[in-house]
């Protein structure tokens, strides 16, 4: 079975740190971009960040470029997303996903999914 495990949502102020991880089994990792999407309440799922392991590519929705750093440790096949200057509006659900090769920002080409990790950013 393939199983993305995500780890390390939380509440924090405004303008702080969190570090989400997710650790992917039952894939073959380099054969997979990894990556986060997030879903606020009553809004849409969107992309966050990915990275391709083909290529160690990687993709930033505008909103978080700058703020945000997505890196991977193949040895751990698991995959890190540093999340800095923390803001309201970053108040989610963070999914992590797998999709085969190449980064996408559509949530229908998204081939697998792992379970929620809720960020809570307060003002």
């Known amino acids: 079975d393939v199983q993305l495990q995500a780890s390390g949502g939380g509440l924090v102020q405004a303008g702080g740190s969190l570090s989400l991880s997710c650790a992917a089994s039952?894939?073959?990792?380099?054969?997979?971009?990894i990556g986060w999407f997030r879903q606020a309440p009553g809004k849409d799922r969107e992309m966050v960040s990915c990275?391709?392991?083909?290529?160690?590519?990687?993709n930033y929705a505008d909103s978080v470029k700058g703020r945000f750093t997505i890196s991977g440790d193949d040895a751990k096949a698991t995959v890190y997303l540093q999340m800095n200057n923390l803001k309201p509006e970053d108040t989610a659900i963070y999914y992590c996903?797998?999709?085969?090769?190449?980064?996408?920002?559509?949530?229908?080409?998204?081939?697998?999914w792992g379970q929620g990790t809720l960020v809570t950013v307060s003002s």
């Open positions: 996903t797998a999709v085969a090769v190449f980064c996408t920002m559509s949530p229908l080409e998204i081939d697998y």
């Open positions: 039952g894939i073959t990792f380099d054969d997979y971009a």
């Open positions: 990275i391709s392991r083909s290529d160690g590519t990687t």
